[in-house]
């Protein structure tokens, strides 16, 4: 039983890498990097969101963020504006490039999320979904310990 848990975990490291090499592929003539995608992808459902939220949704530093929307602006898929209230705080708007970006991509998805689950049926699809909802959340209790453990040891 333990060979096939790690054969399991091994395949789903193998999923995602497989997809996330087809979604770099697909998009790379677009100009925008596959975590590029994702930032745009979020800013256009958030557009309020702020450089330390997007960095806590991607999962990656503020530094991380800053050095992306700063190449998405010099190549014309974002602008910032100055709130009127607080000309310190910039606001991040996506441009028409950067919108037709995030329907190029909205489609690209479509198209992938087709390729990788064909000739599933609808339980199959329903059965995948509770399984890795399940492994989601037994990995962030498992995470959870982990950060409580290293508390208790500081």
Known sequence: MEEQKHKIIHLLGVADRTLKRSISKKVENTGVFRSQHRLLMILGKHPDCSQTELAE??????AAVAVSL????????ISRQCQENDNRVNQVV???????????SVQYFKEMDKAFLKDFSLEELRQLEAFLERMIKNGEDYYK??????????
């Open 57 to 62: 949704r991607l999962e990656i530093s503020s």
């Open 70 to 77: 700063k190449k998405l602006e010099k190549s014309g898929f």
């Open 94 to 104: 996506i441009t028409e490039k950067g919108w037709e970006i995030i329907d190029q």
């Open 145 to 154: 310990a982990l950060l409580k453990q290293e508390e208790i040891s500081n």
